[in-house]
């Protein structure tokens, strides 16, 4: 099973930016479909944020974030990334990588993947 490590979490005051990354273990990650959630505090949930198929060509993203994030890939390491701007106190949460073999298109809105990242901590202070 692939494994993801994610990185480039932090505290950010509002309106600032951050960028994460995400790498995978396998040669396999130029077939995965891959995006990002997260989970909110208190929130037992994790919420769909953005993804994008292996090919790199389509990019999906939930409403409350499109104009200000943007996720890519970079086959060459294995790595897919989203860049934050202008944060807002209501993006803090567990950002969690993830990977799957099946293409879901803009209808990745649950949770399920066949791999998971360990998360990393996002902090958008107001």
């Known amino acids: 099973q692939v494994k993801l490590v994610e990185s480039g979490g932090g505290l950010v005051e509002e309106g600032g930016s951050l960028r994460l990354s995400c790498t995978a273990s396998?040669?396999?990650?130029?077939?995965?479909?891959m995006g990002w959630f997260r989970q909110a505090p208190g929130k037992s949930r994790r919420e769909f944020v953005a993804a994008i198929a292996a090919e790199g060509d389509r990019r999906y993203y939930t409403e409350s974030v499109k104009g200000r994030f943007t996720i890519s890939r970079d086959s060459a390491n294995d790595t897919i990334f989203l860049r934050m701007r202008r944060l807002k106190p209501e993006d803090t949460g567990v950002y969690y990588c993830?990977?799957?073999?099946?293409?879901?298109?803009?209808?990745?809105?649950?949770?399920?993947?066949?791999?998971w990242g360990q998360g990393t901590q996002v902090t958008v202070s107001s």
């Open positions: 396998e040669n396999t990650f130029g077939s995965l479909f």
């Open positions: 993830a990977a799957d073999t099946f293409d879901y298109g803009a209808a990745w809105l649950e949770p399920h993947a066949d791999a």
